[in-house]
């Protein structure tokens, strides 16, 4: 009889350990997305401010590698800068991938955003973080 129930107890304490891993997961990945999230609105604080000197400094040196910071600046002064100051920004969602096309394998996340800006009225900003020695960094920034 001790032996059934013992048994009993085990087969219904597997999928509670199942449960439990699962759980922790979930709790790491949300907190992985609340982190690149804020990351994510800081940087945009920056393009925001149209300081883009010093969203060149947060971005992965990775990516910092593919251009100098001239080149950035004018990119965003181009591109950026004419939409004005945001006046809105709401958190879309945020999506983990493993893979981009023409980088490593590594920590990626896709932090999307719907905005409303000065020239414009509805757009849609996507950031693109890595995680590089335990800490994000932005990789990629498009508007829509």
């Not at 994510?40 to 149209?50: F, H």
């Not at 950035?72 to 969602?93: D, E």
């Not at 905005?115 to 990629?140: G, M, P, Q, Y």
Request: charged share 30%; aromatic share 10%; glycine share 6%.
């Amino acid at each position: 009889m001790h032996r059934v129930v013992a048994v009993l107890i085990c087969i219904l304490l597997i999928p509670l350990a199942g449960c439990a891993t699962h759980s922790h997961i979930r709790t790491e990945k949300r907190a992985d997305e609340n982190t690149t999230r804020a990351v994510a609105e800081r940087w945009l604080d920056m393009l925001d401010d149209g300081d883009y000197e010093e969203a060149f400094e947060h971005e992965s040196l990775r990516f910092r590698i593919s251009g100098t910071q001239k080149q950035f600046v004018r990119y965003m002064q181009g591109r950026r800068a004419p939409f004005g100051r945001a006046a809105s920004r709401k958190f879309i969602g945020a999506a983990s991938m493993k893979k981009l096309v023409g980088l490593p394998d590594g920590d990626y996340e896709s932090v999307l955003f719907k905005s409303t800006f000065e020239n414009k009225s509805v757009a849609a900003e996507r950031v693109i973080l890595t995680k590089e020695s335990d800490r994000w960094h932005v990789i990629d920034y498009r508007i829509y």
